[in-house]
């Protein structure tokens, strides 16, 4: 069972399992005159990260991107910007809560908002907190530019806290992605083994109490220096953890050089 905090109450409460039907979630992104930003990015991140959980819980889940005033050029800027950090696109984009009930085909068990306000709608609400600092500014998926090291970022911080992001965080988890990306490589040579039973249980309790992504990060830096951990082993639990922390670790395999023999 996963539990958030409650961004009305400030108190857990349990997601609702609704495994007869769909989970419907809705995600409420704040005005923009421009380049989406900071705190798009991690209402967005946020909310992929607890749709992943659901999925990998055996759920399905449906859910719409309450964008204000959703014009075609603003949705493709928005759909661009998704791709870029690695989010999977909602069912619909839309600026009514009428039109996203149609779509949804009720009220939203979760609503996900970033801008401190909310309303009576029924369901959980989860808020993510403010970005601040330089190192989210003025986001574009530019020719280049990694935006999931902004991801990567982002999940070093529990989600309902304030974060601050420079520019020096975004190029450590720049550095980061890149090592991990390169080792995941090459440990996809080796052969094959399970993820250790105490990593998949800490991971899958980690992201049960209150998606604590920090903590699933921690565990991949454990594996990645555990020495008596088989690199075959340490393959599957990136690969495992990359489904829901979505920030492509198995990237380069098949273009990193293969290592020496013997």
Not at 24 to 45: K, Q
Not at 80 to 85: D, E, I, K, Q
Not at 228 to 253: C, N, Q, W, Y
Request: charged content about 25%; glycine content about 10%; some cysteine.
């Amino acid at each position: 069972m996963t539990t958030i905090i409650d961004g009305r109450t400030r108190h857990p409460v349990a997601l609702p399992s609704a495994r007869h039907r769909l989970l419907r979630m809705s995600v409420h992104l704040p005005i923009t005159n421009g380049a989406p930003g900071p705190v798009h990015a991690r209402v967005l991140v946020v909310a992929d990260v607890l749709g992943r959980v659901v999925e990998a819980d055996g759920r399905q889940l449906i859910w719409a991107c309450l964008l204000p005033e959703p014009s075609p050029e603003r949705v493709r800027t928005m759909q661009t910007f998704m791709t870029a950090l690695g989010v999977h696109p909602p069912a619909v984009f839309t600026g009514s809560v009428e039109d996203a009930l149609d779509v949804l085909g009720g009220p939203a068990d979760v609503n996900v908002f970033g801008d401190g306000r909310h309303d009576a709608e029924r369901g959980a609400w989860v808020e993510a907190g403010r970005v601040d600092g330089a190192g989210a500014q003025g986001l574009t998926p530019a020719r280049g530019e990694d935006l999931l090291a902004v991801r990567l970022s982002l999940l070093g911080h529990p989600y309902h806290r304030p974060a601050t992001l420079t520019p020096d965080d975004v190029v450590g988890a720049e550095r980061r992605l890149l090592r991990w990306r390169e080792r995941v490589a090459r440990w996809a040579c080796s052969p094959s083994k399970p993820v250790p039973p105490e990593f998949g249980r800490a991971a899958a309790d980690a992201l049960a109490a209150d998606l604590d992504t920090p903590a699933v990060l921690d565990l991949l830096l454990r594996a990645e220096e555990a020495d008596s951990m088989p690199e075959g082993a340490k393959f599957e639990t990136f690969v495992s953890l990359d489904r829901i922390l979505g920030v492509e670790l198995m990237r380069e395999i098949g273009r990193a050089p293969l290592p020496e023999a013997g």
